[in-house]
């Protein structure tokens, strides 16, 4: 339950939704599901077993299991490094929710001057008091709970609120898709359209597969020491996965059929959340708007925290794990991130500190492109090529088999198959291809790997699993090989056909969205 509060955050709600709308809807999506699936779950499986199999944090747990003479325990240390600075960006945006929830209860959101959402909030942001003082409420909040014991109270608290996380998402899913004009949200979000993708999107996406399930900076390998020897892993992998998937994935049916409804714009980058989902919660009248939305925004705070704690947790563990004093550790900690997440704060879009840039990016834009898509993957490839090349295959089979214990049907597949040659090859990739942008366009690209993936990897990967089962390797070689080129067909066809569609979508999409800004305008106007 902690490792699942950990992974169920602010990237669920805040910034899947916004990555999803900037890279073109159902294709960012599609991308998700592939990198949450096959790469972000073999990472936290991985994760888990080191941090169980060692029961240290980062950087000892590598010593431990590192081929003598070898300097693995840096990749812990980059980890960590990772660790403090999504920690500190985290705090920015944790406490703007935590100034949400206190402008809905208290109603203020209700009389924002002609439902300017998109204003008051860029107004909120870059003013130099209140984000400031959110942003330290939340820090001594995250902080009290950690110097009390993270154990006891967090796994409680996680395990009572979480579900009801969960049933609130779905009641603005509800409301959302009965406002006018949400088809048109949901074919956004469903309706692949890969002409959108550009490597950078690949990129964030990716990056953001990662961060949202917290693998790839040792958060995981710290949790997983925490837990029992007789906890099913690859268990508790799959349940955190689904679940932190399932919550992404109603956030955005939650959020785009309201952008389009209310004639926002999807694209509207890391103030989405802020800007749109007040609109909903004041389409619910004065009640709706105080009780949906401080709820709402409650929860989210208390999504947001669960994550926080983990992020403090490691960095404090880590500490604790070289002898320090886990209070003094955390103390210090807390006051350097709140110092970095002052200043990052300040330097969003408006604030006094924005106009310093550094490549045309702020502060702000460089921790969320850091932490968003460029240190996530790095860290990741580093972890699973130590996981798969380097750690023995008996320790990891004894361990993920609670010593024999449990069976492991899936062992080959994930092992042999995902963690030695699917993710660091699916990493390897898209990192370089970010790296060398221009050569290719996406699609090729994309085209090209499901044809290698579906001609040459599939078929193997199946003959490699059937043989164990006794089967014919080269019967199901030649069934795989028959198969695909009928799938490699519908994609191309699918690929060709939205790339055609997308050019009158976008004229489309703009035209309702002026419409719907000009309904609702005048709308207010009467009221
Ligand atoms: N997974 C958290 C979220 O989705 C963020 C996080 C990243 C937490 C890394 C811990 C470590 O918001």
Known sequence: MAAAGSAIGLGNIWRFPYICGKYGGGAALILYLFFVFFIGMTLLLSELTIGRRTGHTPMKAYEALQPKHTMWRYVGLAGLITCFLILSIYLVISGWTLNYFWE??????????NGDFAGHFAAFASSPVAPVVCLVLFAVLTLVIIL????NGIEKVSKILMPVLLVLVLVLCVRSLTLPGASKGLAYLFNPDFSKLTWEGVLAILGQALFSLSVGM???????????????LFKSAMWITVCDTAIAVLAGVAIFPAVFAFGQDPA?????????????????GAVGSIVFGGAFFLLLAVAALTSAISLLEALTAWGAD?????????????IVSCALAVLAAY???????????LGDMSLFDWLDKLTGSYLPPVCALLTIIFFGWFMKKDSIMDELSNHGTLPTPWFKVFYSFLARFVAPAALLLVL?????????????????????????????GVAYVAKDKGRKNVLWYFLSIVLTPLFALLMLIALGDSGEKHRQRLIDDEHIRMKARESYKSSIAKE
């Open 218 to 232: 040792g958060v995981m390998i710290v949790y997983g020491s925490y837990i029992p020897k007789n906890d099913n």
């Open 322 to 334: 070289y002898g320090k004093k886990r209070s003094l550790s955390a103390i210090l900690l807390t």
């Open 148 to 151: 009390g014991g993270v154990q």
């Open 268 to 284: 509207g980058g890391p103030g989405l959340v802020f800007n749109v989902l007040p609109v909903v919660f004041n389409s619910m």
């Open 347 to 357: 330097s969003f879009d408006g604030g006094i500190l924005n106009s310093y840039k």
């Open 432 to 460: 370089l291809g970010s790296v060398f942008q221009a050569e290719f366009e996406v699609s090729t690209v994309l085209i090209v790997i499901a044809l290698v993936l579906y001609f040459f990897v599939l078929p193997l």
């Open 104 to 113: 809905s209860v208290s109603g203020q959101l209700i009389g924002v001057a």
